[in-house]
């Protein structure tokens, strides 16, 4: 029996066995505990409730909605914010913690020492302590609507947010505008490609870009001038152009500053780690300084850069949950509201995990390809 | 190089240089006329707030207590500030490596315990203060340090499940750190707050606080234990055969030989996730919990002042500014201290 006992199969089945079963069991009794109290409560599970209509409001958001609508419309309208905010936070994030990187590498003491603060100042504070100040600067801090702060003429700043004129997209002004991104990305290109010492000579796609915008552009010339949208005052708010709500501009001020000191981190240890010979072995060539870190350092930094910098994209569709803090309506907001009023908390936790996890899930799948194509092939 | 050539040696440098000097030059002096000069130190109201055009430091010096104690009895706040007076002892009292120990297991389960008694009251002749009643730092420390405290070892079993050669408990252990780091800590607080009720049985109460705590001590655990996990695949193999060769059982092998070296190679990770726990705690603002955060804001909503809400809000970053930034250069010394025993 005791022989038994000691077989290194039999005790790890047993342990295996064992563990399980208490999984199970625990899983068992609290899934009895809530079918009693649903059942106590009177509270009904399914997912029906989800065509209803939601009957609250949201604030803002692309899609169209009216609180007659129904709960998937509402979680859409909260989805598309909330994706719309990581994409932007994160690019936004990546260009000033690029920045900030190189600042904190800087041979300049005192642009090295103001980075330096900048990182240690967002990264020891909690980031819903930004956000809420933040909010408070956009809201308390600015003027009202009749005293709107006019930075640039026709740009128009108060506490019920920014204001600013908007192009009307009407008749020859779309072929206008994609002709003038066309022209703005092929001369882009163009430089970009120069300076990264690819080809002398625009290649055909670029060419044809060009040409494309050239050809819409002269569009507007022969037709119709831009027009815009201006916004006015009226009463007391601001009518017409387009408007950044002053929650929007809080949350993504927040997330951008914390963020880009996190990914300034990252940025100053990959280059770091990019041994000293590469940047000597350069300088023999006879390169600057710009194109050595351009050409030489950062392809190589990249490869260090991209798992870390993977889990900070993850934070970020996180930490847009923060939302709920200033009360922009992204997704976990719209949930919150949602689960508040229909009691179907069991409903919206499960579609709330679900809907972050494939979010994180698909981040971290597109990451790991990324990452695949630019890892070093060795043999 | 001279401090001249680094300042002024190129064109970029230059333009940098003078930009930034002349954004300094420019702004001290207004933070300064703002913050000292005209600012308002002392007033028992917010009319000599509503005049002045600088700070108004008053409105802390007249709400510091409710900041850091929230709505707890204004009568019993000796007991609060002497709870958080012990916690704070018993982490400086942590902090040398020469004083760790068995003993500092012991002595920490006593100040928990003692700080749960004294907030908690109904014993010792103390008035009984239901949890909804805490708030402020106090609440913002034992959040903390229960999701940390409870969440290290549980993160370490997570670790050590999802190494392990049996597919259970990996399994298990895998699936809980995957989904858990998955989600926003804001939808794991909404979760405890709201399914733990119905997932108890009936006349099992369980508090506000106690359910964002288990909230972070979750969410703690699957963080560390990746961590954990980073240092025990530093461990070479040969470490565990060894031991296991001389004898000792698995769970000897793991105490004694495997983890001391694990934890050892990833204190700076570790102390980056205390200082993200540390944070993470103001997120209880979103259950309702009158942390330190809260606080401060339900300080600013009192009428009989001019809200002064950076003023609030630097204080309330500054303070986990210096927990923070405290557990950092913390981390530096162990790291320094640790490479002694391997540097030549």
Not at chain 1, 18 to 46: E, K, P, V
Not at chain 2, 245 to 250: D, E, K, P, T, Y
């Given at each position: ?155 128009f700043l108060s506490l019920r947010g920014l204001f600013f ?215 | ?159 050590l499940g999802r190494r392990s050669a049996m597919a259970v ?176």
């Amino acid at each position: 029996m005791l022989r038994f006992w000691f077989d290194r199969r039999v005790r790890s089945a047993v342990w295996q066995v064992a563990i399980l079963a208490a999984f199970l069991a625990a899983i068992a009794w609290l899934t009895a505990n809530t079918l009693d109290n649903l059942a106590r409560r009177g509270i009904q599970t399914g997912f029906g409730f989800l065509t209803r209509p939601a009957r609250f409001p949201i604030s803002e958001g692309f899609l169209a909605y009216e609180p007659t609508q129904t709960y998937l419309r509402a979680f859409a309208v909260g989805l598309l914010n909330t994706i719309y905010v990581s994409v932007l936070a994160i690019g936004a994030a990546m260009v000033i913690g690029f920045v900030i990187g190189l600042a904190r590498r800087s041979l300049n003491p005192l642009v090295r020492g103001v980075a330096a603060s900048f990182v240690e100042a967002m990264r020891n504070t909690p980031l819903v302590v930004q956000l809420l100040f933040w909010y408070a600067v956009l809201t308390i801090g600015l003027p009202s609507p009749r005293a709107a702060l006019e930075p640039a003429p026709g740009l128009f700043l108060s506490l019920r947010g920014l204001f600013f004129p908007w192009p009307i997209l009407s008749g020859w002004a779309v072929p206008a505008w994609i002709g003038l991104a066309a022209v703005a990305l092929s001369v882009g290109t163009a430089w970009f490609g120069r300076t990264a010492g690819r080809a002398p000579i625009p290649p055909p796609r670029v060419i044809a870009i060009g040409g494309l915008g050239l050809a819409a552009a002269s569009g507007w010339a022969v037709g119709a001038s831009l027009s815009f949208d201006r916004p006015a005052l009226q009463g007391f708010n601001f009518t017409g152009g387009a408007t950044l709500t002053p929650e929007f501009m809080a949350l993504m001020l927040g997330l951008v500053l914390y963020t880009s000191a996190f990914i300034g981190e990252i940025v100053r240890s990959g280059i770091d780690a990019v041994p000293k010979g590469q940047w000597e072995a350069a300088r023999s060539l006879g390169l600057r300084e710009p194109r050595i870190l351009w050409l030489v350092i950062l392809p190589q930094a990249v490869r260090l850069m991209v798992p870390p910098m993977t889990s900070q994209f993850l934070n970020v569709v996180k930490n847009t949950t923060l939302a709920l803090a200033v009360g922009y309506p992204d997704f976990a907001s719209v949930m919150a509201t949602t689960i508040n009023q229909t009691g179907q908390a069991i409903e919206g936790v499960l579609i709330l995990m679900a809907v972050y996890l494939v979010i994180s899930l698909s981040v971290s799948a597109l990451m790991n390809g990324y990452n695949k194509r630019i890892m070093l092939v060795t043999r | 190089m001279s401090p001249l050539s680094v300042l002024f040696g190129s064109l970029g440098s230059a333009v940098l240089t003078i930009a930034l000097g002349a954004v300094l030059i420019l702004a001290l002096p207004r933070i300064i006329q703002w913050g000292v000069i005209d600012s308002v130190w002392s007033a028992n109201d917010g009319a000599a707030c509503r005049e002045a055009t600088g700070a108004c430091w008053a409105f802390l010096r007249a709400k510091f207590r409710q900041i850091t104690f929230g709505i707890y009895p204004l009568d019993q706040q000796w007991r609060p500030f002497l709870a958080m007076i012990l916690l704070f002892a018993c982490i400086l009292w942590s902090l040398p490596p020469r004083n760790w120990g068995r003993s500092l297991l012991v002595l920490w389960g006593t100040a928990i315990a003692a700080f749960l008694i004294l907030m908690q009251g109904g014993l010792f002749s103390l008035v009984p203060v239901p949890s909804a009643y805490w708030g402020g730092l106090p609440v913002t420390l034992i959040l903390a340090v229960s999701a940390l405290g409870i969440g290290f070892p549980l993160g370490i079993v997570l670790a050590l499940g999802r190494r392990s050669a049996m597919a259970v408990p990996r399994i298990l252990s895998t699936g809980l750190i995957e989904i858990i780091r998955g989600l926003p800590l804001v939808s794991l607080l909404f979760m405890s707050s709201i399914m733990l009720p119905i997932m108890l049985p009936d006349g099992m109460a369980i508090d506000k606080l106690a359910r964002a705590g288990v909230a972070l001590t979750i969410f703690s655990a699957a963080y560390l234990a990746e961590i954990v996990r980073g240092g025990l695949q530093a461990v070479p193999a040969g470490q565990e055969e060894a031991s296991r060769a001389l004898g000792l059982s698995w769970g000897q092998t793991m105490r004694l030989v495997v983890l001391p070296q694990a934890l050892q190679k990833v204190i700076p990770p570790l102390t980056n996730t205390i200082i993200v726990m540390v944070k993470n705690t103001a997120l209880v603002l979103v259950v309702g919990l009158f942390d330190l955060l809260s606080s401060g804001k339900a300080a600013l909503t009192d009428p009989a002042w001019p809200s002064p809400f950076t003023e609030t809000y630097l204080f309330i970053a500054a303070i986990y500014f210096v927990m923070c930034f405290g557990i950092s250069r913390y981390s530096a010394f162990l790291e320094r201290r640790a490479s002694i025993g391997t540097a030549r």
